[in-house]
């Protein structure tokens, strides 16, 4: 028989955790104690996509979740650790076209699936509150919240250029487009013109971002995106008129750089820019501007990122006046202006910009500078490059002299006076685009009536439900607008016949306020229950990968906000801690079908078992690092666990504690099995506390365990209450990690007394310490004493004793002492 055979044979894990499982279930061991005294703690991880089956990177998110949760219940605390499904989205309506069925059953069949999958896994969670966004149950609150946004103004439709993808047929946001890319299938995307309805997440924008320094508990780098992706931008908002149209038409402006508005030599707009339409009625150019401007925009939609796009434009033939020192300024449409942020249109000061400076020389306009750093002089024909350092302003008429940074407020204030512009604030967030054009989402609650315009569905009429039969059409997700039974209805206001909104609101919405309907899941009176939402709320430690840094996080700390503005929840922020793991990588990059690299974790937990599964995706790395897959090292954990197994099954009789341990009475090894037994408690509940750190917490406890098996071999030493006492920290220290075959091994030794009504182990400091150190002291590289010290002496109070020693002073009275060097632990050299 071979070794991983006979190890199988000891360690039956299929029957162990099949054991433990249902245990945990028929018990409803992890269901929340709702009228518990206990401090309360949430855990949650982002929910998953019912996708079909759960991957590796599932594994090690939901592992990690589930120490956290198991600990904490050790600690003492009310844990609330539920899960659910974020099920309305693209990929169930395409698998349900190409399976011909519906995308619910889909769905569903999946949930049933990966459902029983992570109980496999032995994850703790609270089954009894488990939602799935596309149950009408859950959506109907989601509809209601809308209807209460669209009453107080966050909620308005407007028709505007938006995302398109043709595979998917639907508007994507603009978080949602990747390097002009769909973010679901990769396909570039192409500018529409379309209806749609928006959040005005922009009203919240100030908010946002003041208190992301709230959010100490979240990694810094999410916080800077966040930062980055708001946007805020302070500085001057001024009017250029067109020439030619007697002052009626104006190019508006924002600017960072008041300072430099002297030296505007052109204007550059957007090929979208409203102004343009104007501009091109009985212009020369007309066509070729218009030809233009269709490649730019077609372009634009698949280069997310400007940067490094050449720098292209087309001269309109038209003219704005600069309203500070009333000169003409060329208007020109250019490539690197973008319409969804400011103004859409850029005053361009090729003196200070580098991107304005390389546009006008490739196009011949003058360079002009207004900002001269100190001990320099700028002349714009000669420039090689643009100056962006602070100065003096020159050419600037009242304003020259000044410093520029005094500079930007004077200009702001004058403009201010004279009514030609003032301060501005201007963001980069733009307003949530949330409608999509599919069937396989959450129906937006509106009707639009010929008489009386637009008005919210009656709540009583709530949920607005999906059709369930697909009628006429080829398949069941034809689209709403494509189905009358859907779309035909009655105004609530006057009677008369009229139709339903057809679009389907953006899958971020349901995920973006799941957390909360967690802590009242079934309240069925209200989208949340005040009490239990405060009680539960916020979330303590939220889980997850970091591509969800911008989107989903954002748009959850919007609802928050939006939700404590509507009465349903007393907090700002939805997370207080944040851990963003890594991926799970194998042969260098991230495991997917595609690439052919997938590890199947039913494949694992077969041949090796859950715990086994969840140890190796804990000991391969900290959370928040790759994680490198390797067969040999889930072998590795494997066999770890094996060798406790065997060692307490063969043990099991003596490990039972009996009288308290007597430091005094011990033995030499008992002593060093003692002191370390209490150091791994104490380095595990830091790693665990600090940072997460599973994997030296791991590493710890395979420490003690080796003089626990050396001990083996000694017939007296099992039978010690400082064995049986290491035996039983390993375990706690263990289970939240590996928690069926350490519920199991503490059932053996305690009479099947439960390990999940055991406290966490503390540790003595005493216990703890080292003995005393001997240190080595030397003068000229040769022993002169020796010191006895405590371990945890500093190097300057051990220099001065090494320094004060009497047989060491023999040596060094009279003499010059050039430096003393400190060994931690180990010696003091003293060279004179």
């Given at each position: 028989m071979a070794a991983h055979e006979q190890q199988q044979t000891l360690y039956d894990f299929k029957t162990i955790e099949s054991k433990w499982q249902n245990h945990w279930l028929d018990n409803a061991t992890y269901r929340v104690d709702m009228t518990s005294d206990q401090e309360k703690y949430y855990v949650l991880e982002m929910f998953p996509y019912p996708s079909g089956r759960i991957h590796m990177g599932h594994v090690r998110n939901y592992s990690i979740g589930d120490v956290v949760a198991r600990y904490k219940r050790f600690q003492g605390y009310n844990v609330l650790h539920p899960m659910g499904w974020d099920s309305f989205g693209l990929p169930a309506e395409n698998a349900a076209i190409k399976n011909d069925t519906h995308p619910a059953r889909w769905t569903y069949d999946n949930i049933d699936y990966m459902k029983d999958q992570l109980r496999q896994l032995g994850l703790s969670y609270d089954w009894d509150r488990e939602i799935a966004t596309c149950n009408p149950k859950y959506y109907k609150w989601e509809q209601q919240i809308f209807l209460e946004m669209y009453e107080k103004g966050l909620v308005y439709q407007k028709k505007t250029t938006v995302n398109w993808c043709e595979p998917c047929h639907t508007v994507l946001a603009n978080e949602q487009v990747i390097e002009g890319a769909c973010w679901r299938c990769d396909h570039l995307v192409e500018a529409r013109e379309m209806k749609g309805w928006f959040f005005k997440i922009t009203d919240y924008a100030e908010e946002l971002l003041d208190d992301l320094d709230k959010l100490s508990g979240w990694p810094e780098k999410v916080v800077t995106m966040q930062r980055n992706w708001i946007g805020k931008s302070t500085g001057l908002q001024c009017d250029f008129e067109v020439e030619g149209f007697d002052g009626n038409e104006k190019l508006s402006i924002f600017t960072t750089r008041p300072d430099t508005i002297f030296g505007v030599t052109f204007m550059s707009i957007a090929p979208e820019h409203p102004l343009l339409k104007i501009l091109l009625i009985d212009n020369p150019r007309h066509d070729e501007i218009t030809a233009f401007c269709t490649r730019i925009i077609k372009e634009k939609q698949q280069q997310s990122n400007q940067d490094g796009v050449e720098k292209e434009g087309i001269a309109t033939g038209c003219y704005c006046i600069n309203p500070f020192n009333g000169e003409r300024v060329p208007i020109f449409v250019a490539n690197f202006v973008l319409m969804a942020y400011g103004t859409g249109a850029v005053m361009a000061v090729p003196a200070h910009d580098q991107r304005d400076f390389e546009f006008a020389r490739k196009y011949n306009l003058p360079v002009k500078a207004v900002v001269v750093p100190p001990n320099c002089e700028l002349d714009g024909a000669r420039m090689e490059e643009a100056s962006t350092l602070p100065g003096v302003l020159v050419h600037s008429g009242k304003f020259t002299g000044l410093d520029s940074i005094e500079a930007?407020?004077?200009?702001?204030?004058?403009?201010?006076?004279?009514?030609?512009?003032?301060?501005?604030?201007?963001?980069?967030?733009?307003?949530?685009?949330?409608?999509?054009?599919?069937?396989?989402?959450?129906?937006?609650?509106?009707?639009?009536?010929?008489?009386?315009?637009?008005?919210?569905?009656?709540?009583?009429?709530?949920?607005?439900?999906?059709?369930?039969?697909?009628?006429?059409?080829?398949?069941?997700?034809?689209?709403?607008?494509?189905?009358?039974?859907?779309?035909?209805?009655?105004?609530?206001?006057?009677?008369?016949?009229?139709?339903?909104?057809?679009?389907?609101?953006?899958?971020?919405?349901?995920?973006?306020?799941?957390?909360?309907?967690?802590?009242?899941?079934?309240?069925?009176d209200a989208p949340l229950n005040k009490k239990e939402a405060s009680h539960w709320l916020p979330v303590d430690q939220y889980i997850g990968g970091v591509e969800h840094a911008i989107l989903h996080l954002l748009y959850s700390r919007f609802f928050t906000k939006v939700l404590r503005d509507l009465g349903y929840l007393e907090i700002d922020e939805p997370f207080t801690n944040l851990l963003t793991q890594g991926m799970v990588i194998k042969d260098g990059s991230k495991m997917s079908k595609s690439k052919g690299n997938v590890v199947d974790p039913s494949d694992l937990i077969s041949e090796y078992g859950a715990d086994t599964t969840r140890l190796f995706s804990l000991f391969a790395a900290p959370p928040e690092?790759?994680?490198?897959?390797?067969?040999?090292?889930?072998?590795?954990?494997?066999?770890?666990?094996?060798?406790?197994?065997?060692?307490?099954?063969?043990?099991?009789?003596?490990?039972?504690?009996?009288?308290?341990?007597?430091?005094?009475?011990?033995?030499?090894?008992?002593?060093?099995?003692?002191?370390?037994?209490?150091?791994?408690?104490?380095?595990?509940?830091?790693?665990?506390?600090?940072n997460f750190h599973f994997n030296t917490a791991i590493s710890a406890v395979m420490e003690l365990f080796n003089p626990l098996s050396s001990l083996s071999s000694k017939k007296d030493a099992p039978g010690s209450a400082v064995v049986a006492?290491?035996?039983?920290?390993?375990?706690?220290?263990?289970?939240?990690?590996?928690?069926?075959?350490?519920?199991?091994?503490?059932?053996?030794?305690?009479?099947?007394?439960?390990?999940?009504?055991?406290?966490?182990?503390?540790?003595?400091?005493?216990?703890?310490?080292?003995?005393?150190?001997t240190i080595v002291i030397q003068v000229r590289g040769k022993v002169r004493s020796r010191l006895q010290v405590e371990p945890d002496i500093d190097d300057a109070s051990l220099e001065q004793l090494a320094l004060e020693n009497e047989n060491v002073r023999k040596f060094i009275v009279g003499k010059s002492i050039k430096k003393v060097i400190v060994v931690k632990k180990k010696l003091v050299n003293i060279v004179i």
């Open positions: 930007k407020q004077a200009i702001i204030e004058f403009a201010r006076k004279e009514d030609i512009g003032d301060a501005h604030i201007t963001y980069r967030l733009r307003d949530w685009g949330i409608s999509r054009q599919r069937y396989w989402g959450a129906p937006i609650p509106i009707i639009h009536c010929e008489k009386c315009g637009t008005q919210p569905a009656p709540v009583e009429q709530l949920p607005v439900t999906l059709p369930e039969d697909r009628e006429s059409q080829q398949n069941d997700c034809a689209p709403l607008h494509q189905r009358p039974t859907f779309f035909n209805t009655i105004c609530p206001e006057c009677g008369a016949n009229a139709k339903r909104e057809t679009d389907t609101m953006d899958t971020f919405v349901e995920s973006s306020w799941y957390f909360a309907r967690y802590s009242s899941p079934r309240f069925t690092k790759d994680l490198e897959w390797n067969s040999k090292g889930v072998e590795g954990c494997f066999r770890f666990l094996n060798r406790i197994f065997r060692f307490v099954q063969t043990h099991k009789d003596s490990l039972i504690r009996g009288s308290e341990i007597n430091s005094a009475s011990l033995s030499n090894t008992e002593r060093e099995l003692h002191r370390k037994t209490h150091q791994t408690i104490k380095k595990v509940t830091g790693n665990i506390e600090n006492e290491a035996v039983d920290s390993m375990l706690l220290l263990l289970c939240p990690m590996v928690p069926h075959f350490c519920a199991e091994l503490w059932a053996t030794i305690h009479n099947n007394d439960s390990i999940d009504k055991t406290g966490w182990p503390s540790w003595d400091e005493e216990a703890a310490k080292e003995d005393m150190l």
